[in-house]
């Protein structure tokens, strides 16, 4: 017997009318809060991996800012004599140091997110700016320890925090998380393209350090440059460098009135919210871009 298969009509209404969906979510950043554990598992994932097979696991975290604070305080404060000229001055550098050292992993891990994790991604459809968010969510992790290392220090010589210091620190923090994934976010979609600009971005960091107020106080550059120091702070970063250090040196000098008056810019937080709106300004191009050159990542990778 030969069995000849009989075709059915399909019922129409049984069909249901939905709309066709990419099977990648195309949301944006709003899509990488939306999946919120996936997220924490790629976090988990690049921290447990960093330290994995190591004897002193996460103390690692605590010990790397120390050996930075460290040799920086001996070459900049002791050698060159520094640390006659600013008081508190290991607070004030190291105040500066955890969020320029921030920023720039940030935006160095951030850059080559994509293409690191080129397996997951032609693999598994989820959203793509979820390596560069989870790369700047990596980099805050590691800022923790060497917060930690600032208020011990900062209080062993004096510091007591203030309502307006903590906001100029979380202010500070925002500044740099905003700007570093927005950075993150351009330049990985553009290192899919062009592998350049990864060492492009090395090479950028290498100069933050020394564009900022860290190893210097804010005081020399209005000295030096008098009214132009306001162009200064059209640095991102450097304006929460100031405010960490509204936030900590201040209030470790003795003298805080004094120190606010002669080494910070005026209108600290009128600047700091300009500068919290440059960054989401900057974060909504970064979206937009990354989103125009998404499609073309598979194909790129």
Request: contains cysteine; aromatic residues 14%.
């Amino acid at each position: 017997m030969i069995y000849v298969p009989v075709e059915h009509e399909v019922d129409p209404s049984s069909v249901p009318d939905a709309p066709l969906r990419a099977p990648a979510p195309s949301g944006g950043l709003v899509d990488v809060w939306g999946r919120s554990y996936l997220l924490r598992l790629l976090v988990r994932k690049e921290i447990l991996s960093r330290y994995s097979g190591s004897f002193l696991g996460l103390l690692w975290s605590y010990v790397m800012p120390a050996m930075r604070f460290f040799i920086y305080f001996f070459v900049i404060g002791v050698i060159m004599g520094l640390h006659k000229d600013v008081p508190a001055f290991g607070i004030h550098m190291f105040a500066g140091l955890v969020f320029a050292h921030y920023f720039t992993e940030t935006f160095s891990a951030g850059t080559r997110a994509i293409v690191k994790n080129r397996s997951i991604l032609t693999k598994m459809p989820m959203p793509k700016e979820m390596f560069p968010v989870a790369s700047m969510l990596v980099s805050a992790f590691h800022v923790i320890p060497g917060m930690v290392i600032l208020t011990v220090a900062g209080y062993l010589i004096g510091w007591r925090p203030d309502p307006a210091g903590l906001l100029a620190g979380a202010m500070g923090f925002l500044i740099v998380s905003l700007l570093g994934t927005a950075l993150a976010l351009l330049f990985s979609a553009a290192n899919v393209f062009f592998r350049d600009f990864g060492n492009i971005v090395s090479t950028l960091t290498l100069f933050v350090h020394f564009t900022v107020p860290m190893v210097y106080p804010y005081a020399l550059v209005q000295a030096r440059f008098g009214a132009f120091a306001k162009f200064y702070l059209l640095n991102p970063v450097a304006e929460a460098v100031l405010l960490n250090q509204r936030c900590f040196w201040v209030g470790a000098t003795g003298h805080p009135a004094r120190y606010i008056r002669t080494d910070m810019p005026d209108h600290l937080f009128l600047i700091g919210f300009g500068q919290i709106g440059l960054t989401l300004v900057i974060l909504v191009f970064s979206q937009m871009w990354f989103s125009r050159l998404e499609g073309k990542f598979v194909e790129r990778l």
